[in-house]
T-cell receptor, first 112, second 113 residues
Framework: QQPVQSPQAVILREGEDAVINCSSS?????VHWYRQKHGEAPVFLMI?????EQKGHEKISASFNEKKQQSSLYLTASQLSYSGTYFC?????????????FGKGTHLIIQP | DVKVTQSSRYLVKRTGEKVFLECVQD?????MFWYRQDPGLGLRLIYF???????EKGDIPEGYSVSREKKERFSLILESASTNQTSMYLC????????????FGSGTRLTVV
């Protein structure tokens, strides 16, 4: 079953912050975050594993709440280049071999 | 840089044709995946492989098969193409292990008429 992403879409002004959520109905082992620009392949942003809580750097970071089976991606002081569709991909076992289940995506539009 | 190359960017095929989509990666990755991407549905896993000649069904394998005869190449086969298989197909690869993200190819946009 696909993880649920929210919101489906968000429009921001440059410099504003955004939070994208990803929730699973199954116990998570890992959560990946990707960004896809129109007409391009998804690009890996970061991975969070069971047992870890927070990752990333100042501008783009993510958290992983095992108890709630959810992850959130934080985009701080957004830039025009952050526009795109963000996908979370969830893994339910270790080793990386099983294939991720992706959410339907969150469309992020950053306006000047 | 890891590169995942999909042989065709655009393909148009007729209903009933057998269609081959090819994917090659150049970084010796063990794992390879095929996804299809449709508007509003996200990426859905068709098949994956963690080793040569090994294959596993994903969430939507019906109407598809795969072949992995060499480590670097993973082929997706549409046995008898149908219009509901019109989609963007994305190939990805990753090494074995927990800490690696997927590297995606640029995709093949397949139209079945």
């Amino acid at each position: 079953q696909q993880p649920v992403q929210s919101p489906q879409a968000v429009i921001l002004r440059e410099g504003e912050d955004a939070v994208i959520n990803c929730s699973s109905s199954k116990a998570l082992y890992s959560v990946h975050w990707y960004r896809q620009k129109h007409g391009e392949a998804p690009v890996f942003l970061m991975i969070l594993l069971k047992g870890g809580e927070q990752k990333g750097h100042e501008k783009i970071s993510a958290s992983f709440n095992e108890k709630k089976q959810q992850s959130s991606l934080y985009l701080t002081a957004s830039q025009l280049s952050y526009s795109g569709t963000y996908f979370c991909g969830t893994g339910y076992s270790g080793g990386g071999a099983d294939g991720l289940t992706f959410g339907k995506g969150t469309h992020l539009i950053i306006q000047p | 840089d890891v590169k995942v190359t999909q042989s065709s960017r655009y393909l148009v095929k007729r209903t009933g044709e057998k269609v081959f989509l090819e994917c090659v990666q150049d970084m010796d990755h063990e794992n390879m995946f095929w996804y299809r991407q449709d508007p509003g549905l996200g990426l859905r896993l068709i098949y994956f492989s963690y080793d040569v000649k090994m294959k596993e069904k994903g969430d939507i394998p019906e109407g598809y098969s795969v072949s992995r005869e060499k480590k670097e190449r993973f082929s997706l086969i549409l046995e008898s193409a149908s219009t509901n298989q019109t989609s963007m197909y994305l190939c990805a690869s990753t090494p074995l292990g927990d800490n690696y993200g997927y590297t995606f190819g640029s995709g093949t946009r397949l139209t079945v008429v």
